[in-house]
């Protein structure tokens, strides 16, 4: 089956063409080819995503990233087109959405609408990889919006089993990130920074690790990084040379790599203590967030200590893209799972 993916649910415009095949029980995947324009440049001066500029630039990069395809494949071999339809920002996934609308019409082909989380859940399946030892499993999905454990039995049965009360890991990035002085997206700025900096310099908490259940909570964790630095700034920083004023530059970079710390704690803590207790023969990694290098390290290390096998897609397929997308719809069209197409900003998992 030969999908053709649109994505448009954030700061991302993706369309991918991917051929899948070998149905539920042993999914492979062939990316034809996974187009990503990014409009962060454009957010960035405003330190997050701004929906109507969102809303701009995917209608006007549609079309090209459309005809770029096209070059590359005859539309007329497509099966298949899906698009994301939740959860994102209800201005930016109607743009896909109608894009989609009239490229089925045209081509008179069927058109899907895929799950953004389902899209990050499989997204580790566009590697070929060792398929034994899969389930029971446990995924972590992290990413700007989201932070869910799930407990799986296959890949199609599987039940949310904690999640993040407030912020997502991801927003907990972006934010302290803006108390830094980094600009957006602040995941990878922070991991930058904090690899020339100690992650033990500040010991922020580890808020709700020591309770039983499956739930984190990163709001709080923010909140001591802003009294931090306003306490130190009291006591005796004067000289400021980043951006926002706020950090001495040699200790944004302690701050940075203390507060990942934090964050990376809280995620493994978690994830693996569910992999224990449910006697997981595998750990999922999925999300933008999962492109952090000391993140997925700990989680190789977590699932080695423990002889599972450790999932994550490869560098490019963390962060939004189409080609995650069509693998999701793949998955989820096999279990025969239909949606009405609308925008659902809050589409759950
Ligand atoms: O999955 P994604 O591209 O979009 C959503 O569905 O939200 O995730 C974006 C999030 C942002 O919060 C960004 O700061 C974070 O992923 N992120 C990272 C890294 N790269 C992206 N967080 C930590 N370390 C990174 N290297
Ligand atoms: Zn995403």
């Not at 006591?235 to 990942?260: C, H, I, M, T």
């Not at 492109?291 to 200590?305: D, H, I, T, V, Y």
Request: with cysteine; proline share 5%.
């Amino acid at each position: 089956m030969r999908i053709l993916s649109i994505e448009t649910s954030c700061d991302e415009t993706a369309m991918a063409v991917v051929d899948a095949k070998g149905g539920l029980k042993v999914p492979s995947f062939s990316v034809i080819e996974s187009l990503v324009f990014s409009q962060i440049p454009m957010h960035r001066e405003f330190g997050g995503v701004v929906p109507n500029i969102a809303k701009r630039e995917h209608e006007k990069m549609l079309p090209v990233l459309f005809e770029e395809l096209s070059k590359k494949i005859d539309p007329e071999s497509v099966d298949l087109i899906s698009v994301t339809m939740g959860p994102g920002l209800e201005p930016a996934l109607w743009t896909g959405i109608e894009f989609a609308r009239g490229l089925a019409k045209k081509m008179d082909r069927p058109l899907f609408g895929a799950n953004h989380l389902k899209g990050h859940l499989y997204s580790f399946l566009l590697d070929p990889i060792a398929r034994g030892r899969m389930f029971p499993s446990i995924a972590l999905i992290v990413s700007g919006g989201h932070t869910v454990i799930l407990s799986m039995k296959s890949l199609t049965e599987f039940k949310k089993i904690g999640e993040t009360r407030d912020d997502a890991a991801g927003e907990a990035f972006d934010k302290a990130a803006r108390l830094l002085g980094l600009p957006y997206p602040g995941g990878p700025e922070i991991e930058k920074a904090a690899k020339k900096g100690n992650p033990k310099a500040v010991l922020f908490p580890r808020p709700m690790l020591d309770q039983k259940n499956y739930d984190m909570s990163f709001a709080g964790l923010k909140t001591s990084l802003l009294y931090y630095i306003k306490g130190a700034h009291k006591a005796d920083w004067k000289e400021f040379n980043k951006p926002s004023g706020s950090v001495r530059p040699d200790d944004y970079e302690n701050l940075a790599a203390s507060f990942q710390a934090a964050i990376i704690d809280c995620l493994i803590g978690k994830t693996m203590r569910a992999a224990d207790n449910l006697k997981a023969r595998s750990v999922i990694l999925a999300g933008g967030v999962a492109a952090n290098s000391s993140l997925r390290s700990a989680f190789a290390e977590g699932a080695m200590k423990r002889s599972m096998s450790f999932f994550a897609p490869s560098m490019k397929y963390n962060t939004d893209n189409a080609a995650m997308i069509a693998v999701g719809t793949y998955i989820e069209h096999l279990s025969g799972i239909k949606r009405r197409i609308s925008a659902k900003g809050d589409l759950g998992i």
